[in-house]
């Protein structure tokens, strides 16, 4: 057994031996200069980091340093080994590559403070308590939490059967200058700020309830104007995706067009619609200005949609910002970053729960 290992270490020096003189890098070589330049960048910060000449450790800076310092040493290194025309085409293939870590930069540095925020308040009494008689620290943002749930859910019951059934009809359907209107509307819809579906939805209840009320389906109503065209303009996309033969021949063998797309379409595009109501759910469920001006904010909990305030995680963040500057600053500080966490955590699993959903039930390839 030792003398058959020993021998395949030496055939794979041999080997690696062969291919750096022939004129080209190992396998793998990329990965291991961009680690090494990765570690050495996160030391250097870790030492700026100890000597205090940043104020924590950057995350960022070492990751952009790092890759930067990967284009420089893999040049050089196939320079030498490979000649002049391999390295720049290695340059080139690592610039490239460069170019797609630096775009992913804000991504990384969001994740990384959120998480070195929210953890100093990510236990179990922030997801069992609310704010209710709570001055100073401590307190939770369980009734954030159910409020943001509800809200969201109710507006994507509102949503999505009619973007879905808006779709359809300009897909299927829609024909003419009330298509054409309807797709123009959707358009201008997809790009009005969020502040002015709650002023519609604050103006809308106002006639009918009067000013003074806030209630979460108020919100759900809000939010929902925002969600309905991104349902409407993917599904539509996705719609228009299923090819025309499968159409055709459902129609080839009397199957009428609504049962066509009924038991054709809708379950061929069933991923791509998953997918797009889970981005319309993602642009949503983050707002804070309609929130804040038709729910309002409370400290206690509240289930009833229809019945009095209820507070929102993207309230509850704004709010606690705003106390930062009274009694125990840093613990309203705490709990802002605790609960922009879990905000992410919630859309994650969203994500999570879509992407299972679209992967069950969408048709199956192949015998």
Known sequence: MTTATAQRGQDRRIRSHSTLTAGKLPRGTAWMVLA????FSGAFFVLLAIAGATPTFNIVGAIFFGTILFDIVLYAVSRIVEGGRRAKDRLVTS????????????LISLIWTVLVGGM?????????????????????????????????LMATLISVPIGLLTSIYLVEYGRGMLARSITFLVDVMTGI??????????????????????????????LSVLMIPVVVRSSEEI???VPNELREASYALGVPKWLTILR??????LAGIVTGIMLAIARVIGETAPLLLVTGFTFSMNYNLFSDRMMTLPVFVYTQYVQAAGVSAQGSIDRAWTAALTLILIVMALNLVGRAIAKIFAPKRGF
């Open 36 to 39: 090494g330049a990765w570690v």
């Open 264 to 269: 054709i379409v809708l379950p061929t595009s």
């Open 193 to 222: 700020p969020s502040i002015v579906a709650g002023l519609f939805t604050f103006a809308l209840f106002s006639l009918i309830l009067g000013p003074a009320v806030r209630n979460g389906f108020m919100g759900a109503i809000a």
């Open 95 to 106: 610039l490239v590559s460069t170019a797609f870590i630096i775009a992913l930069l804000p």
């Open 120 to 152: 100093a308040r990510f236990d179990v009494a922030f997801f069992t308590e609310s704010m209710r008689n709570v001055i100073g620290d401590g307190g939770g943002a369980l009734h954030a939490i159910v409020g943001t749930l509800l809200i969201t």
């Open 239 to 241: 719609l228009r995706l």
